[in-house]
């Protein structure tokens, strides 16, 4: 998957990359950089111009990368610092050098502890004008909730795994209607989609796919605020756990009847 965007100014401030291979999450962090500093303005990144060309070969100067670093035996630590996010934090509010924005990568991402977390959380709560966060991590269960919730998530599957259409449609409807607040309309939707075990399957895969389209702002802009989408993403995320260990699919059907709607309190740690 190579991403683009209209314009530069469309890209999110915050965001959590997530994918079980760390290739995958470092290649889309250099589009997302690539993207952020492009030169030709509109469907970036080019890919072309002296900007790309050095975000993708790690040099730009406005494109920081923050991973964990060796100790003094030369083995990686086991934590990204305070010290390495307190730096970040100094560094984010100063212009860029060559760019019109500046670009953090933090690799790894729930390799910060609480501290450095919460140290990182300030500067996403309030971050610069210019400044873009990319987090990368292969669980973003592992960031604190009050991280996720100032970021957009972005699932990177495989092309393989690319959802059916009418799966996508039905998760689109799914969307619309948790969006809308109806649970009378989910109900009907309920009855007129509960499935096989198969069905259920594939239309999960589906919604998790949307809705991180939808928490990107790809799709549906502000269909979702970031904690419903949040709520859904953990929610589809638990059904594919139970559907994987050969849950009932009704009981999938009544998990998602009952815990869709994102109800403030019920579900903050
Ligand atoms: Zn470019």
């Not at 079980?20 to 470092?26: A, C, G, R």
């Not at 002296?50 to 934590?79: E, M, Q, W, Y």
């Not at 009704?250 to 019920?266: C, M, V």
Request: net charge negative.
């Amino acid at each position: 998957m190579a991403l683009h965007f209209d314009t530069p100014a469309r890209l999110a401030h915050a965001w959590i990359l997530t994918s079980p291979s760390q290739e995958d999450t470092q290649r889309a962090s250099r589009e997302i950089a690539a993207a952020a500093v492009c030169q030709r303005g509109v469907d970036v990144p080019c890919g072309q111009c002296r900007s790309c060309r050095k975000a993708f070969a790690g040099t730009h100067p406005d494109i920081s990368v923050i991973r964990r670093l060796p100790d003094r035996n030369g083995n990686l630590r086991r934590d990204i610092i305070i010290d390495q996010v307190r730096e970040m934090i100094l560094d984010a509010p100063v212009l860029p050098i060559e760019a019109d924005r500046k670009v953090y990568i933090i690799e790894e991402a729930e390799r910060m502890n609480p501290n450095a977390q919460n140290a990182a959380l300030k500067l996403l709560e309030e971050p610069p004008a210019c400044a873009v966060f990319v987090l990368c991590t292969s669980n973003p269960d592992l960031l604190l909730e009050t991280v996720r919730s100032r970021c957009s998530l972005l699932s990177l599957g495989g092309e393989e795994d690319a959802p059916d259409a009418n799966a996508a449609k039905a998760a689109d409807e799914y969307l619309q209607i948790v969006g809308s607040g109806s649970h009378e309309k989910l109900f009907q939707w309920i009855a007129r989609n509960e499935g096989s075990m198969d069905e259920a399957r594939t239309f999960v895969d589906a919604a998790l796919y949307r809705v991180a389209d939808v928490t990107a702002g790809r799709i549906f802009p502000d269909l979702l605020t970031p904690q419903q989408g949040m709520h859904l993403y953990r929610l589809l995320s638990q059904c594919a756990v139970y559907l994987r260990a050969n849950v009932n699919a009704r009981h999938i059907y009544s998990l998602l009847a009952a815990e869709s709607f994102y109800e403030s309190g019920k579900h903050h740690d």
